[in-house]
């Protein structure tokens, strides 16, 4: 399938894990790739790789919780490409913490990046493709922003937020024809998810609490945001998918 040739996708966080999955399902569906991380290390050997297999593909050393950064890369894509086609907006961070130990500067840190930067990547987007007349958005929200996981209430506060993001987002700028959905995945084997939970845990995790019997994989979610960026989804906005293996069933 080429559902993508002529078209650009900004993918945020896209140089290990999820993102990483998805800039290669959309550069291999023909888009041209226009991809912001924090990790310039990670970034720019992931960025010669990709040039190496063939993608049309620009790299951006932003951190998405710094508006000037966002405001800047965003529009030398545009000043590059002409246009941006679709916004993946998945760069995120987690960590546990109980409620009552959460220090006032760790639930700045976490809204910041998770919510704030969201925002402003977003919205950024949004006045290109109001301009344009089309786009599509896409924001990663979490299981975690649909019911609660105890240890995590800045990282579920964030999640629930980009949830009730989307679905305004969407009221706002149908009109634009801008469709704005979002993705919920359950638990997914990356480096975030690696980080925090021993193999026990994950083990124990597979056997109480997910159906299909195993953690997703970040190709379980990729393939959910080329489908919401296509023709396929023409009248699909304010949604918000959850792509679990049957763990919100229960
Ligand atoms: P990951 O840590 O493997 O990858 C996250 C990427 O985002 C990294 O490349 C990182 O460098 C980048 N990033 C982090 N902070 C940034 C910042 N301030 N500016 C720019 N880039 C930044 O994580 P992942 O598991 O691939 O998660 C990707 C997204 O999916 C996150 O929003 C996460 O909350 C969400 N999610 C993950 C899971 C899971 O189980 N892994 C489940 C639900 C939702």
Known sequence: ?????????????????????????????????????????????????????????????????????????????????????????????????????I?????????????????YVAQRVAKEMSAAGSGSIINMASTNGLVGEAKYAHYNASKGGIVLLTKTMALELGAFGIRVNAVCPGYIQTPMSEAIDSPEFIEEYIRTKIPLGRVGKPKDISGVFAFLASEDAAFITGETIVVDGGQLAF
């Open 1 to 101: 399938m080429n559902r993508f040739s002529n078209q650009v996708v900004l993918v945020t966080g896209g140089s290990r894990g999820i993102g990483r999955a998805i800039v290669e399902r959309f550069a291999a569906e023909g888009a041209a790739l226009a991809v912001l991380d924090y990790d310039r290390d990670e970034l720019d050997k992931v960025g010669r790789e990709w040039k190496e297999a063939g993608y049309t593909c620009m790299t951006f050393p932003v951190d998405v919780s710094n508006q000037e950064q966002v405001d800047q890369a965003v529009a030398q894509a545009v000043s590059a490409y002409g246009k941006i086609d679709v916004l993946v907006n998945n760069a995120g961070i987690a960590w546990e913490e109980p409620f009552l130990d």
């Open 103 to 119: 220090q006032a500067q760790n639930w700045r840190k976490m809204l910041d990046v998770n919510l704030n930067g969201m925002f």
